[in-house]
């Protein structure tokens, strides 16, 4: 079962800061978030994940919340490639699988 | 470094028959994950194979079985498909025994039954 909420979609103009939030209300002390996105009909591709704190790498930065109940990625300045599914999942460092709930579907506009 | 490969890419088959998709692990990694991912839909956890055997199913009937080899390449078989096997079937990558075993996924294999 997914332990993740995100809206199912967002905008964002092209150059602007694209912001993408998830719930993880009951996300427990040893379980990380991480951020993966799919471009249509690709595998999903890792972007980065988060214990506690705040995270950045060449592709997003990483923000959660101090109690961990939330997060937001942030892709600095979206580009028309950014336009994907972006899925926010909970796991523990090291488990047998991951949990995809259905994602944010980000469409970058020229 | 070489990424998961997977194959065929595309396949069609006829509800009843029996399908083989494989996969090849990034180099350095020793665990595969499958995951089922119908349209529309977030990819769907089927099992884990670490040291060639199953460690951890979703909720998968036992028409799904796999193998993992001593080169850590997996395969999945689905027996007796079924029109709502239809889907993107994904293999990950992962190295068990790192601080944190990030999966890395290959490109997919979509199959059609009909």
């Known amino acids: 079962d997914a332990k993740t909420t995100q809206p199912p979609s967002m905008d964002c103009a092209e150059g602007r800061a694209a912001n993408l939030p998830c719930n993880h209300s009951t996300i427990s002390g040893n379980e990380y978030v991480y951020w993966y996105r799919q471009i249509h009909s690709q595998g999903p591709q890792y972007i980065i994940h988060g214990l506690k704190n705040n995270e950045t790498n060449e592709m997003a930065s990483l923000i959660i919340t101090e109690d961990r109940k939330s997060s937001t990625l942030i892709l600095p300045h979206a580009t028309l490639r950014d336009t994907a599914v972006y899925y926010c999942?909970?796991?523990?460092?090291?488990?047998?699988?991951?949990?995809f709930g259905t994602g944010t579907s980000l469409t970058v506009i020229p | 470094e070489t990424g998961v490969t997977q194959s065929p890419t595309h396949l069609i088959k006829t509800r009843g028959q029996q399908v083989t998709l494989r996969c090849s692990s990034q180099s350095g990694h020793n665990t595969v994950s499958w995951y089922q991912q119908a349209l529309g839909q977030g990819p769907q956890f089927i099992f884990q194979y670490y040291r060639e055997e199953e460690n951890g199913r979703g909720n998968f009937p036992p028409r799904f079985s796999g193998l993992q080899f001593p080169n850590y390449s997996s395969e999945l078989n689905v027996n007796a498909l079924e029109l709502d096997d239809s889907a993107l079937y994904l293999c990950a990558s992962s190295y068990r025994g790192a601080r944190l075993e990030t999966q890395y996924f290959g490109p997919g294999t979509r199959l059609l039954v009909l």
């Open positions: 999942i909970v796991r523990v460092y090291t488990g047998n699988q991951f949990y």
